[in-house]
């Protein structure tokens, strides 16, 4: 089944506009509670995950490259179906995420201690951020690609001694050598 450019677009963003408002029923701030939107928040403040993007970014980009080359591993499967895939899969993670039990988890497995959540404007940043990503690697080529996910991977890991592969590692199997390196000792 083809789906037009319009739809697809359509789809994309019922499903985005659909994410912030379970999030905001789930009891998410949609902004900082500071009060002020900047572009930026600092990973280690209490704006963190709070306002459009950080230094968690660049992990949901990487979402995106990933997203388009598993999808394209899915025999027949058109560009925009993909795409509406990696939404789907972005926003279920952004709700998870969001919940009491994975912000516990975090709290619990990793160095951020004073995490509470995103608000809904990082959240959907983050959906954005995914889309750039997915974008970026059906434009660029394979090779370039996996320079761009190793890249950031090792950008956030040497800024904020974190990133996708350490966060997905300290949620699954959390390392006390791992959490005390993060944390400066």
Known sequence: MTLSRRNTFLIGLALI?????IELAMGRE???????????????SPENS?????WYTPSHIVHGLLF????????GL????RLLLAIFVEVAWEITENSSWIID???EATIALDYYGDSVLNS??????????????SRLPVWASVLTVIGLELLALAVIRDNLTLNVLMLLHPLDSIRQWQSGG
């Open 68 to 75: 388009y080359a598993v999808s394209g591993l899915i025999p």
């Open 78 to 81: 058109h560009l925009r179906w």
């Open 50 to 54: 709070q306002q459009i993007a950080d």
């Open 17 to 21: 506009v659909a994410t912030a408002l």
């Open 105 to 107: 988890r975090y709290r």
């Open 124 to 137: 959907v940043s983050d959906v954005l951020a995914m889309l750039l990503g997915f974008w970026l690697a």
């Open 30 to 44: 949609p902004i900082c509670k500071c009060g002020v939107v900047r572009f930026w928040g600092e990973a280690n």
